[in-house]
Structures are given as structure tokens and as C-alpha cells.
């Protein structure tokens, strides 16, 4: 779940294809662990305002795509907001 979240950081990277795939090489981004009674939210801050979105999966070509539909499937709740300091969070909430 972690790893989805914090791979799914943005900026734009050419994929060599003619799409451009979100990612942010060398950019910085927090990672929050907060523990509730019943969840544990996960999120992910980083400084761009570009929103994940959910493609259809590349299986044979590589370029992903199951990451979105993987945290969805999996969390009770997701979450994309803007931060006043810019950026956005990207945070799931799972069972504990």
C-alpha cells in the first residue's frame, strides 16, 4: 500500500510512448502513518497538484497501472485533497 502511494508522486517523465506517465524523480515527498481505534490512514504529501488517476492496466507492456485500482480495492477509504502549503495529500484508510 505504501509503495503505491509514494510511487503514485507527480510530475511529468517521458516513458518514451507519446503519453506521459505521472512520477517525480528526485522530488520530496512526507510520508504520515496515523493510528486511529479501528484504522490506520496512510498518506503520502507532495509538492505538485497533479491527481492520480486511474488507467487502464498495461499487462503486457509495463508502464503499470494496477497501482490506483489495487489501493481502492484494498482501503476502507481514499482520499485525494489540496494542501494550503500547495501539493496534495494522497492518503487510504485500512482496517487495522
Do not use: F, W, Y
Amino acid at each position: 500500500m505504501i509503495e503505491q502511494l509514494v510511487a503514485n508522486r507527480h510530475g511529468p517523465r517521458d516513458t518514451g510512448s507519446r503519453q506521459q506517465v505521472p512520477s517525480c524523480v528526485g522530488c520530496r515527498c512526507a510520508l504520515e502513518l496515523t493510528a486511529h481505534p479501528d484504522t490506520v490512514k496512510v498518506a503520502v504529501h507532495d509538492p505538485s497538484r497533479h491527481v492520480p488517476r486511474v488507467r487502464t492496466p498495461d499487462l503486457n507492456g509495463g508502464t503499470g497501472g494496477l497501482g490506483r485500482s489495487m489501493v481502492t480495492g484494498l482501503a476502507h477509504a481514499t482520499a485525494v485533497t489540496s494542501r494550503a502549503s500547495g501539493g496534495k495529500s494522497v492518503s487510504a484508510c485500512l482496517a487495522r
